[in-house]
């Protein structure tokens, strides 16, 4: 019989997957694949401006509300696609589990609980300086001697020029 390869150490994954399913069974969520994998369930576009934080099933078990937590200018943006996000999640199901979604605003910073933790997108990169500015930045720097502090001085340069055309 062959042993285990691994000499005690284990995946973090199957350590923690018991807590967090019962995590997630503490707020409703009878699959934790909703929490777990919310960017590949609505798109990253839509899991940058929300996160579901709870599920709240009827009564008799009957039809569930899902609880998305959004900053305030997000919220219309969700309340119009609020159907189609309901249709995704009740895929991750397999049936009809969702029949309602509830939308909570929040601000990106405040008590503990209420936080809003979304991740956004990369700022555009700065435009390269025309070739006008760079040769100018290059005379200035010319004098000297040292090369790093030159380039710093030609960058530094490159940039005061640049702003001051725009």
């Not at 390869?5 to 969520?29: M, N, P, V």
């Amino acid at each position: 019989m062959r042993k285990s390869s691994h000499k005690g150490f284990q995946r973090t994954s199957t350590l923690l997957r018991d807590r967090i399913r019962k995590t997630g069974e503490t707020r409703g969520f009878a699959v934790t694949r909703v929490l777990t994998h919310w960017a590949e369930i609505v798109g990253e576009d839509t899991a940058a401006i929300c996160k579901p934080v709870d599920v709240k099933y009827g009564r008799k078990g009957f039809g569930a509300t899902l609880t998305l937590l959004t900053t305030g200018a997000q919220a219309p943006m969700l309340e119009m696609q609020k159907e189609k996000l309901r249709e995704r999640v009740n895929a991750t199901y397999g049936y009809n589990a969702i029949t309602r979604m509830r939308i909570t605003q929040t601000a990106p910073t405040g008590f503990t609980e209420g936080q809003a933790q979304f991740a956004h997108k990369p700022k555009p990169e700065k435009p390269q300086p025309s070739a006008q500015v760079v040769r100018e930045a290059q005379e200035m720097a010319a004098p000297v001697q040292d090369t790093g502090l030159r380039d710093a001085l030609e960058k530094l340069a490159s940039n005061v020029l640049s702003k001051s055309k725009t």
